[in-house]
């Protein structure tokens, strides 16, 4: 199922791997992504060099649809998400919640992995959220395990995507290009007991770097005026009609 996906990702976005060399191919570690689509578990499966449990919003992995007041399963989608065995979360009831938590410590005794968005939600507004305490959970249940790391994680480039929340909806737009670029940028692997507030720090400081990297893709200022120009020769320019 990880080799169709990474076909399939890979054939309609062009992700761009930067630090991959942070993540540790044995032992444990959890993985902190921010968190801006439906997609971002997906590109971020399509990259890894090993299997990570993903913890998944309870209501994306059991959905239900309301019919004649009546809440109905949706089919299918449960079983797909058991596939790739993910780890299902809900905030309520708190029982339900911690067990989650325990599970996802769990894999990591073992010497899994676990990827985690700590924002608990997906973004609406294309600024990152802030982080939940559930990794700290996470991390505190695992105490015990040696060499226990988290890796900050960034994707960029997915405020825009038809799977984000950009121009005010999900999936109704069109796509601006394809393949559609996704970067995925891993940073350096910090301690366990690293606080969630330290880790979207982390995170913070990922996204300027490559927000950096992606401004040296872009031509200058300049040559777009010029390029602008061109395509309208015969428009006034702004500082034509200012005078």
């Not at 630090?19 to 990259?47: E, K, M």
């Not at 700590?118 to 959220?129: A, C, D, K, Q, T």
């Not at 997915?158 to 940028?185: D, H, Q, T």
Request: hydrophobic share 45%; aromatic share 10%.
């Amino acid at each position: 199922m990880r080799f169709i996906n990474a076909i399939l990702t890979k054939t309609i976005y062009r992700v761009e791997v930067t630090g991959l060399g942070n993540i540790p191919l044995t032992g444990p570690a959890i993985i902190a992504a921010n968190h801006l689509s439906y997609g971002d578990p997906a590109w971020l499966d399509s990259v890894l060099p090993r299997k990570a449990r993903m913890v998944m919003y309870r209501g994306i992995y059991d959905p239900h649809v309301s019919i004649l007041g009546r809440l109905i399963p949706i089919p299918f989608v449960r079983g797909f998400f058991d596939l790739f065995q993910v780890i299902p979360i809900a905030a309520n009831p708190p029982k339900a919640m911690r067990k989650s938590l325990e599970q996802a410590a769990a894999v990591l005794k073992e010497g899994g992995l676990v990827a985690i968005f700590p924002e608990g939600r997906i973004s609406r507004i294309g600024g990152m959220l802030g982080f939940n305490r559930g990794i700290e959970v996470i991390a505190r249940e695992a105490q015990e395990v040696k060499d226990l790391v988290i890796v900050p994680v960034y994707l960029g480039g997915v405020w825009g995507s038809i799977l984000s929340r950009s121009k005010g909806r999900f999936f109704l737009k069109w796509p601006e290009k394809i393949p559609y670029p996704i970067r995925v940028n891993f940073g350096k692997p910090l301690p366990a007991d690293t606080p969630a507030w330290r880790i979207r720090q982390e995170v913070e400081e990922l996204a300027a770097e490559d927000f950096r990297t992606y401004l040296k893709t872009k031509p200058s200022l300049a040559l777009q005026f010029l390029r602008s120009a061109k395509r309208h020769w015969f428009k006034l320019s702004s500082a034509d009609a200012l005078e």
